[in-house]
């Protein structure tokens, strides 16, 4: 069984930091493109970031570009979003997700979502 | 950027069929995915390349991709599935997933 797991999430004053988690099982993380995708307090969704299975290609929401960064750990079956210069509109229940095995941009499983509140 | 528009809320009576749409300019030239989330919960993939389900999706849940409009339908609808369903595509000057609003569906 797929299972996808985040962590970091938290309170964070705006211009702040955070390093958010995702930790992968039940499937070979290695092969498959991972995903970041947000949902802000009872709004819809909103892509964040992905990462190809090799972390050859990386891209970015234009609201987060150069703010935040996207990585991974194959051996560590885990994905991480380094967030910097954090703004209230990012306040959000962030979701790991895992892309399709055809299509990096469509997301077959998600975690549980941590929430991080952006506010002084 | 590239948008796809989603009524609010859509409600239906148990058993009658429920249609959610999803409109973007020229969508039918699109793959489209939807995807449920219920209440407290993460979403969940339902449809995918406009028509297909994951395993485990019942197949009273379908999808059609024409035109400007697309359609998830929901046949023989139960109070499980109570849910904002959200529609999405690879759209865009850059190329990047593209979510609709989203629909409340309620059963009532």
């Known amino acids: 069984e797929v299972q996808l797991v985040e962590s970091g999430g938290g309170l964070v004053k705006p211009g702040g930091s955070l390093r958010l988690s995702c930790t992968a099982s039940?499937?070979?993380?290695?092969?498959?493109?991972m995903n970041w995708v947000r949902q802000a307090p009872r709004k819809g969704l909103e892509w964040v970031s992905s990462?190809?299975?090799?972390?050859?290609?990386?891209y970015y929401a234009d609201s987060v570009k150069g703010r935040f960064t996207i990585s991974r750990d194959n051996a560590k079956y885990s994905l991480y979003l380094e967030m910097n210069n954090l703004r209230a509109e990012d306040t959000a229940v962030y979701y790991c997700?895992?892309?399709?095995?055809?299509?990096?941009?469509?997301?077959?499983?998600w975690g549980q979502g941590t929430l991080v509140t952006v506010s002084s | 950027s590239y948008v796809l528009t989603q009524p609010p809320s859509v409600s239906v009576a148990p058993g009658e069929t429920a249609r959610v749409t999803c409109g973007g300019d020229?969508?039918?030239?699109?793959?489209v995915h939807w995807y449920q989330q219920k209440s407290g919960q993460a979403p969940a993939l339902v449809i995918y390349?406009?028509?297909d389900r994951p395993s485990g999706i019942p197949e009273r849940i379908s999808g059609a991709n024409s035109g400007n409009t697309a359609t998830l339908t929901i046949s023989r609808v139960e109070a499980g599935d109570e849910a904002d369903y959200y529609c999405?595509?690879?759209?865009?000057?850059?190329?990047?997933?593209?979510f609709g609003g989203g629909t409340r569906l309620t059963v009532l």
């Open positions: 990462v190809s299975s090799t972390s050859t290609y990386i």
């Open positions: 390349y406009d028509t």
């Open positions: 997700a895992r892309g399709h095995s055809s299509a990096w941009y469509i997301f077959d499983s």
């Open positions: 999405q595509v690879l759209g865009g000057i850059n190329v990047h997933p593209v």
């Open positions: 020229n969508i039918g030239s699109k793959r």
């Open positions: 039940g499937f070979t993380f290695s092969r498959f493109s």
